[in-house]
């Protein structure tokens, strides 16, 4: 019972240790926390690097003629819930404010698009945003079948988001390492790696950020989707502290969801 019970805990703490390891990432604190209209990221920056070929130009939308960018409120209407898919929990974030530390600014410009999708302050603002966090747990596959995902869906002005994936596709290709600075001055180390291909969305994205000064938990997978003026970011982990795998169930029934929901304006 002694050896069952080290074991457990062992886990647990495991557990605990990959949620954790990926708050160096701003943007857990920003799904996990806020929901907001309108000026809720700044003037923000967010620029991306490609895994999949646009399926409209890179500063298009896939919804033709431009309209108005979803509010927080259609964006939590259209959030993906766990009822769309059956082994995943989803967690809405609950409204509260963004805190101004969440910002992330690197010692290279090159590289400025891959630290925008966690930052609060990205280059092209998010007109609204809303948070969720994603859960599957394999009991049988502790700790690596836990797999942990913050989410944040945003809407942007007409063109931006395409512009924000083009970025960041540019930059994966000059960029392998940055140091980047919060906004209380604290500096993090990262290496950075492109990410599996994701086709999902419009076009979509995926790049490995890890934390070179937390070698045992501190890698997260960022998975960006663009559906139309809208953008979903994706921060996964695994139970084990690894970078996790991207949620694609859960990210094309997203998709699926924002392009009903604009197009129902």
């Known amino acids: 019972m002694r050896a069952r019970s080290r074991t457990t805990t062992r886990t647990n703490v495991r557990i605990r240790q990959a949620v954790t ?6 943007v857990l ?16 920056k967010g620029k991306d690097g490609a895994t999949t070929a646009p399926a409209t130009s890179a500063a298009g939308s896939s919804t033709g003629a431009a309209k108005a960018p979803l509010t927080a409120a259609q964006l939590r209407s259209a959030l993906v819930k766990g009822t769309e898919v059956p082994g995943y929990k989803i967690e809405a974030s609950k409204n509260e404010a963004m805190s101004p530390d969440d910002v992330m600014t690197t010692d290279k410009p090159e590289c400025q698009p891959l630290a925008d999708p966690p930052s609060t302050r990205p280059k092209y603002a998010r007109k609204a945003f809303v948070g969720a966090s994603v859960g599957k747990i394999d009991p049988a596959n502790l700790p690596a079948g836990v797999e942990l995902t913050q989410m944040l869906l945003a809407s942007h002005a007409p063109g931006e988001a395409g512009k924000m994936v083009a970025d960041i596709r540019q930059a994966l290709d000059k960029c392998t390492a940055f140091t980047a600075t919060d906004g209380t001055g604290k500096k993090i180390p990262f290496a950075i790696r492109k990410g599996p291909a994701v086709t999902v969305g419009d076009e979509a994205v995926s790049y490995v950020m890890a934390d070179t000064g937390d070698k045992e938990g ?7 989707v663009r559906t139309g003026d809208a953008s979903v970011t994706y921060l996964s982990v695994k139970g084990t502290g690894q970078a996790g795998d991207p949620p694609l169930v859960v990210a094309r029934k997203q998709d699926t969801n924002l392009k009903a929901a604009e197009a129902a304006g």
């Open 21 to 26: 390891a990926a708050a160096v990432l701003p």
């Open 29 to 44: 604190a920003l799904a996990a926390a806020c929901s907001g209209d309108d000026g809720g990221s700044g003037d923000g």
């Open 218 to 224: 501190g890698t997260a997978l960022v998975t960006v």
